[in-house]
């Protein structure tokens, strides 16, 4: 069942529903509120918007770079499965 938490981010309060429970919600507002600071540091003013695409762009990079260690990771765990199959079959 989804549970309304409220988080405050940039200052603003928001309503979230979900299925996570209020922990893990405070814990996504809190890591938001973190990328949104480290944007603006340095800035003399803040543009709300330039900000928030700023961040959203180092979030989906960062994504991106993990997606693709899996995928090679993945690869390679296979790599070594299809290796040790071949030994057990090659020992029987």
């Known amino acids: 069942m989804k549970e309304a938490v409220q988080?405050?981010?940039?200052?603003?309060?928001?309503?979230?529903?979900?299925?996570s429970g209020a922990a893990d919600?405070?814990?996504?507002?809190?890591?938001?509120n973190?990328?949104?600071s480290h944007v603006a540091r340095g800035k003399k003013t803040v543009d709300t918007l330039n900000s928030v695409i700023l961040a959203l762009m180092n979030l989906a990079?960062?994504?991106?770079?993990?997606?693709?260690?899996?995928?090679?990771?993945?690869?390679?765990?296979f790599r070594l499965l299809e290796k040790l199959?071949?030994?057990?079959v090659d020992r029987s």
């Open 61 to 77: 990079g960062t994504h991106l770079q993990l997606l693709d260690e899996h995928t090679e990771a993945e690869k390679r765990l």
């Open 7 to 19: 988080v405050t981010i940039l200052g603003q309060q928001y309503t979230v529903k979900s299925d």
């Open 85 to 88: 199959e071949e030994e057990a």
């Open 34 to 36: 973190d990328q949104l």
């Open 25 to 32: 919600v405070h814990r996504v507002a809190a890591f938001v």
